[in-house]
């Protein structure tokens, strides 16, 4: 079992930044890929963000390339989405979500296994 617990989100203006750390406990996340979603309000949930075991590849939504970056400290057991440039739009509870073998990139919310609770990010215009 893989627990997940989100942290850093909270209100910023729009064009300013954050950065979401997901921190891992139970099992190491060196052998699972991790992706970022989000559910904004009245909204279902969509892929932000993934990034393969080692942090060689990582894939994003369209709605978020050059703004956001995922990137994982395996040795922390942590897992970070830089966001800059943030639109209200960007407004939404960000889940972080492990699954799979590590090797693949997915935007599929059925191949991640393990779910944190979400941290809220609200941007203001």
């Known amino acids: 079992q893989v627990q997940l617990v989100e942290s850093g989100g909270g209100l910023v203006q729009a064009g300013g930044s954050l950065r979401l750390s997901c921190e891992a406990s139970g099992r190491s996340i060196s052998g699972y890929t991790i992706g970022w979603f989000r559910q904004a309000p009245g909204k279902e949930r969509a892929f932000v963000a993934g990034?393969?075991?080692?942090?060689?590849?990582?894939m994003y939504a369209d709605s978020v390339k050059g703004r956001f970056t995922i990137s994982r400290d395996n040795a922390k057991n942590t897992i970070y989405l830089q966001m800059n440039s943030l639109k209200p739009e960007d407004t939404a509870v960000y889940y972080c979500a492990a699954g799979g073998d590590g090797l693949g990139l997915w935007p599929a919310q059925s191949r991640y296994n393990y779910w944190g609770q979400g941290t809220q990010v609200t941007v203001s215009t």
């Open positions: 990034i393969n075991w080692s942090g060689g590849r990582t």
